[in-house]
């Protein structure tokens, strides 16, 4: 190959001189030997002695090899929509839906539970796992925190969402003292201000995990129920809670738990049991009274009573089974107009 050492021309371009001088008389014209170095040397890879590589060389590998993930501990924060899903996929889950107003004892119920479990004394339950156990140190933090002289009126944090477009789940793994079997239960820690917006504006949107939900507590502030003065409105807020859950889609089948609150200030009147329970009924449910303490300042009434019998009602899966063979009692006589004489 030949090329140009004048810097002007453009032979090696064009081909020809830029001075119009035949190439055999041009001074400037100079031999190259680098395409046949790089011919000679493509004939040396192709004809050479080049193998395959073998299995478990690392020849044609990544220069840098991608960093191994170090194992980590799960967060144990609440259980998002996917992780609460993957678990009811994986794993027999009883899932709850808890709504009430705020103020209702929601938080308090989920911090009073977990103490109990903490210190064995969960009645006919004991501890077995869970995914949420930094969620539950968070929201049992300020039960740990009590005044020098007297006990405080809020024992747990106000609950709030990271994500307040959908619900925060909690996580037990209980083993029943009675069979011995593990259950997973998902209980949702939710803010008050739902379900006031549920009774208020119909709003619904964040409320679609209870279609999967085998039980619902509607927890209700038992002080309320107490006081002649705000029974009424009480009640009446009550049955409208109900009936909104009617109105979203909420299964009939679902056991609807009634749990009021403070069980220490005094019991549910059953005129106002009796009053919801008929609205209920009139929907279609089935609903179940079950008050609880979860703290007490009543020494008669100790704290956390009521919360085991509360778990027994939700975990219960006992149903009025079929007849395996059912006898039809409409038609006792023989057909014969299927059979005929050859």
Known sequence: MRKCSFDSCTYSITGRCIRGTPESECPHLQETHDFEDST???EELVEG???????????GDAVLRPTEEIPRLPSSMTLGREEAQELMCSEATTMVGIVGLPGSGKTACLVSAYLLLSRGS????DYGDSRSLMAFEQISRGSRQWASTESQRQLTVRTELADDRQAGFLHFKLRRATDGRLLNILLPDLPGEWSTSLIDKADSKRFEFIKSATAMWIMVDGREFVDAKSRNYAIHRT??????LAEIGTPSHIRLILV???RDIGEFPQTAFDQIEAEATSLGFRLILSPIASFSGNNLV???EGVADLFDITLSHARECPAF???DQRCKLRKLSGFRSL
């Open 239 to 244: 049955r409208l809670l109900i009936t909104r």
């Open 122 to 125: 969960l009645q006919g339950y």
């Open 40 to 42: 000679s040397l493509t």
């Open 325 to 327: 063979w059912p006898d």
């Open 260 to 262: 009021p609150s403070w």
């Open 302 to 304: 100790k704290p956390g």
């Open 49 to 59: 002695d080049w193998q395959r590589p073998q299995e478990g060389s690392v020849a």
